[in-house]
């Protein structure tokens, strides 16, 4: 069966996303992460400008970040953290060479979009992220996740520093269906 053909409309709509920096959805794409992503993995996992914002350590080598693949990631196909069976934490990291281009919207949307059908009990998928951490509020409030709140000293500092002040976002099942959840 062939895709249905795109209308002047669709056209028009696709490039005026490209020019304004927006990405094509068709150009994202999500996968399980493997042990062959390791030098990706270290793109965004050795940097400290990405990480600030994650409480796992950095991984200085190559070796630690196989390790990090093979002892957290292998196993969990979304790589998630489900508790209690109606609630989800969403986490993400970008390598630095792909801020700004709308690529972790499109992303998490792809997960909205799925994760519900995946797991049907599940109601609310939650995000936290830092309180100066605006870019990935932004992200995540282009997906559609409403800002909830501020959660005082949440975020542990890495290697034992001082907990830092987050804010946490959510998604609802019923939001899939518009904000009224009609």
Same mark, same amino acid.
């Given at each position: 069966?062939?895709?249905?053909?795109?209308?002047?409309?669709?056209?028009?709509?696709?490039?005026?996303?490209?020019?304004?920096? =927006?990405?094509?959805?068709?150009?994202?794409?999500?996968?399980?992460? !493997?042990?062959? #992503?390791?030098?990706?993995?270290?793109?965004?996992?050795?940097?400290?400008?990405?990480?600030?914002?994650?409480?796992?350590?950095?991984?200085?080598?190559?070796?630690?970040?196989?390790?990090?693949?093979?002892?957290?990631?292998?196993?969990?196909?979304?790589?998630?953290?489900?508790?209690?069976?109606?609630?989800?934490?969403?986490?993400?990291?970008?390598?630095? #060479?792909?801020?700004?281009?709308?690529?972790?919207?499109?992303?998490?949307?792809?997960?909205?979009?799925?994760?519900?059908?995946?797991?049907?009990?599940?109601?609310?998928?939650?995000?936290?992220?830092?309180?100066?951490?605006?870019?990935?509020?932004?992200?995540?409030?282009?997906?559609?996740?409403?800002? =909830?709140?501020?959660?005082?000293?949440?975020?542990?500092?890495?290697? !034992?520093?001082?907990?830092? #002040?987050?804010?946490?976002?959510?998604?609802?099942?019923?939001?899939?269906?518009?904000?009224?959840?009609?």
């Amino acid at each position: 069966m062939e895709p249905p053909a795109a209308t002047d409309g669709d056209v028009q709509a696709q490039r005026k996303r490209r020019e304004g920096g =927006e990405p094509d959805p068709t150009a994202v794409s999500l996968r399980p992460l !493997g042990l062959e #992503d390791a030098d990706a993995f270290m793109a965004w996992a050795s940097d400290e400008r990405v990480m600030r914002f994650l409480k796992r350590p950095l991984c200085a080598t190559r070796e630690q970040a196989v390790a990090q693949i093979r002892d957290t990631v292998l196993g969990h196909p979304w790589f998630r953290a489900i508790c209690g069976g109606r609630r989800a934490n969403l986490g993400y990291a970008l390598a630095r #060479d792909h801020w700004g281009r709308g690529i972790a919207a499109v992303a998490i949307s792809m997960v909205v979009g799925r994760v519900f059908d995946d797991l049907p009990a599940l109601e609310r998928l939650e995000a936290v992220t830092g309180v100066d951490n605006v870019r990935s509020q932004r992200v995540l409030e282009k997906a559609g996740f409403q800002r =909830e709140g501020l959660l005082r000293r949440y975020i542990a500092g890495r290697g !034992g520093g001082r907990a830092k #002040d987050a804010v946490i976002y959510s998604f609802l099942s019923s939001d899939r269906n518009g904000p009224s959840g009609s």
